[in-house]
């Protein structure tokens, strides 16, 4: 598919998505959430993806939802309920295992099987922060910046942002960013649990796609896809209800190529060949 507003790329087994309004600070609109949506999908299934980076071109990450764009482009939107409704006709059987929490307009990244890495190269405000919080990880360059937006604009925690940044930097700190709208640098990120790590914006895309090939290279697909889904479904449940369902995919792993394979080739001494089976 030839994508207008992204940009993607297979190196490695590393699927890198670009949003790529670069003139805009990659501003969200119906026309990008459309492709990023068919793009995650793709590499989602794509046997030859291992993990994927999330980036934008230029300066920035996203710059939140492109407020002209939405009024002015009325008939972009289409292409966006083309796409949610490709997901609601979704086969029933790919989606049964899938928490209906993770089938809202965007709460859908943690279904995604494989590991995502936010690469934000820059600022990351209002939608385009929540974009990054259903990430799995979050790594910033020294250069980016990051806000909510929303009181600033009249409006509210939106898109589930009131259930992911408490979890993530707490309930006061949730509470500053929300009701302040201020605009944190990336020390301050990662001192409150925002992001993981920060690294020197001119080795920042080199040090994430290190970080990315050693998960591609080195760890078992199969066990990054059912820790994924183990970590998301333990927000919901018990620590009983986490440990009987950590000990029935114990035992699932014991039977596992992958298994097998981890195991021999750290007697043998030598690099790992994963399948995910």
């Known amino acids: 598919m030839a994508y207008q507003q ?7 087994r590393i699927f890198t998505l670009t949003l790529n309004r670069p003139d805009r600070l990659n501003a969200w609109t119906p026309v990008m959430e459309g492709e990023v949506h068919h793009a995650l999908r793709d590499a989602d299934s794509d046997e030859n993806v291992r993990v ?15 407020l002209e764009t939405l009024t002015g482009l009325a008939g972009d939107s289409q292409i966006a309920r083309d796409y949610e409704e490709q997901l609601a006709t979704t ?7 899938i928490r209906s929490d993770f089938r809202k307009t965007y709460s859908y990244l943690p279904a995604i099987s494989k590991p995502i890495i936010a690469a934000l190269n820059g ?8 974009i ?10 020294d250069q980016a910046k990051f806000g909510t937006a929303f009181a600033r604009r009249g409006l509210i925690a939106e898109h589930g942002i009131s259930w992911l940044l408490p979890r993530l930097v707490g309930i006061s700190n949730a509470f500053d960013l929300l009701y302040s709208a201020r605009v944190i640098e990336s020390a301050e990120a990662l001192n409150m649990g925002l992001v993981t ?8 895309l080199e040090e994430v796609r290190k970080y990315a090939r050693e998960l591609a290279d080195l760890a078992s697909p199969r066990s990054q ?4 889904r183990q970590v998301y479904e333990a927000l919901f449940q018990g620590l009983g209800e986490a440990i009987d369902s950590a000990n029935g995919e114990m035992i699932k792993s014991f039977l596992s190529e992958d298994f097998k394979e981890g195991v021999a080739h750290f007697l043998e001494k030598r690099p790992p ?3 995910g089976q």
């Open 6 to 12: 992204i940009q993607v790329d297979v190196t490695d």
């Open 52 to 66: 994927i980076v999330l980036t934008g071109a230029g300066r920035g990450f996203c710059a939140g939802a492109d």
């Open 91 to 97: 086969d029933a059987s790919s989606q049964s295992a």
């Open 123 to 130: 600022p990351a405000v209002g939608l385009g922060l929540v």
């Open 132 to 141: 990054s919080l259903y990430c799995d990880i979050r790594f910033a360059s």
């Open 197 to 204: 790590r920060v690294f020197p914006h001119a080795s920042f």
């Open 225 to 228: 896809r059912v820790i994924k």
């Open 273 to 275: 060949r994963f399948t």
